[in-house]
């Protein structure tokens, strides 16, 4: 075993890239491609190289949106052929609802009834591709469900119109028996100037909301959540905790820029150990999905050099989360800080009885103003762990 070993991906990780994210060819608004086209096979071929486990898709990114019955069927031919042979699984499936200039004004939230039909018809039958190759998550990414202008629709109608959507396909999943759970991806802004439902906190309003609530649950994207200024620990962390956390798009990204889909943990290291650190502690089981791309600098072997390192920098965020919580004195510090007096009377749930007994008890501010909260000391620990002086 060389010392790298450890660091190698294995089917177990779970983790899976999106056909897009490696096949991203580098074009921006102001540039043209700078990689060559490479076929859905070759990039199953790429994945497989790398050592991933999943590789995920948009209906197009497959199969052309134009594509007869019998060029649809020779695809998925020969793309499942690529996947055994790399021994790579499809778990997510997605649709594009923001590519095709149909779109411009949004998919299920558009003005116009025949896109809204229209992208219900094309969802129904990206899901159908996604069963066929064995996805059992379906993500919902809304891109354009959102607006330059607000005189162009009441916002109200829009969360209305999304709600139909979801419900739809929700009964279409059982009456096809497909078994998919759907996952919400929320983004504040880009493509569109502003989109509706802007940060995974507004899924996590909208979700109770449904007919089948038990189906959905969200996909919350770190470069989306820092877009917006957030914590995106946080917002993962409610989704968790509510049971809605389905899947999670990895990659990073610089606060207050356009959407950069940065290399796992190439921008903010301390926030992303601190996510490695929390869905290893929960014991998350889903895909861990990279949705990022390789600088624009580089050719294919540089977009291998980025996969590889996506999955890297997990597993030794990974490794220094374990690390983290075997030492003693960041343990001892967390005892320190959650520990309270024993003679305080029961809070938790309520009671009559206990809450009479809260209320005539007489807190001593002073003594618990004084107790140490060491902060400083439990995060330059957390810093020494990271750059390995410890
Ligand atoms: C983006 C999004 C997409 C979605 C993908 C899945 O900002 O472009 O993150 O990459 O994740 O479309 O639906
Ligand atoms: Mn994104
Ligand atoms: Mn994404």
């Known amino acids: ?3 790298n070993d450890k660091y190698q991906p294995r089917p177990e990780h779970k983790f899976s890239f999106g056909l897009w994210t490696v096949g991203n060819r ?3 608004p102001f540039g043209d491609f700078v990689r060559p ?5 070759e990039l199953v071929d790429l994945l497989g190289e790398v050592g991933a486990w999943g590789v995920n898709l948009h209906d197009n990114d497959l199969v052309p949106i134009d594509a007869t019955p019998a060029e649809h069927d020779k695809i998925v031919r020969d793309f499942k052929k690529a996947c055994e042979k790399n021994n ?3 778990p ?3 649709v594009s609802l923001f590519f095709h200039p149909v779109f411009r004004d949004g998919a299920f939230t558009a003005n116009d009834p025949n896109v809204r039909a229209y992208a219900l018809q094309k969802t129904m039958r990206a899901m159908d591709l996604g069963a066929e190759l064995g996805a059992k998550i379906f993500v919902l990414w809304g891109g354009r469900e959102g607006t330059e202008t607000d005189s162009c629709r009441n916002p109200a109608d829009a969360v209305k119109h999304l709600r139909e959507a979801v419900n739809y396909l929700c009964e279409y999943n059982t009456a096809q028996k497909y078994g998919y759970t759907f996952a919400l991806e929320a983004k504040p802004n880009e493509p569109r100037g502003d989109i509706y439902m802007s940060t995974t906190g507004h899924y996590l309003a909208f979700i109770p909301t449904l007919d089948h609530p038990e189906m959905v649950g969200v996909n919350p994207e770190v470069a989306h959540e820092t877009m917006a ?4 620990l946080h917002g993962v962390a409610q989704a968790w905790e509510s049971g809605k956390l389905f899947h999670i ?4 990204q610089y606060p207050g820029r356009y959407d950069q889909d940065l290399r796992f943990g190439s921008a903010n ?4 150990f601190f996510l490695v650190k929390f869905l290893e502690e929960v014991k998350y089981s889903g895909p861990r999905h990279f949705d990022a791309h390789a600088y624009r600098t580089e050719n294919y072997e540089g977009v291998k050099d980025f996969a590889r390192g996506c999955m890297r920098t997990y597993l030794m965020l990974k490794e220094k989360a374990e690390q983290w919580r075997a030492d003693k004195e960041i343990q001892a510090i967390l005892k320190e800080v959650t520990s309270g007096n024993s003679s305080i009377p029961k809070t938790g749930k309520y009671s009559k009885d206990g809450a009479s007994a809260l209320l005539a008890h007489n807190f001593d501010k002073d003594a618990m103003m004084k107790k140490r909260l060491p902060y400083e000391r439990l995060d330059q620990l957390t810093i020494d762990i990271l750059l390995g002086t410890r």
């Open 26 to 28: 580098g074009r921006d």
């Open 1 to 3: 075993m060389t010392s």
């Open 249 to 252: 798009d990895l990659n990073d």
């Open 92 to 94: 997510m499936a997605t």
């Open 269 to 272: 290291l301390k926030s992303n």
């Open 37 to 41: 086209l490479l076929s859905p096979p």
């Open 88 to 90: 790579i699984v499809v």
């Open 229 to 232: 200024g957030l914590n995106f």
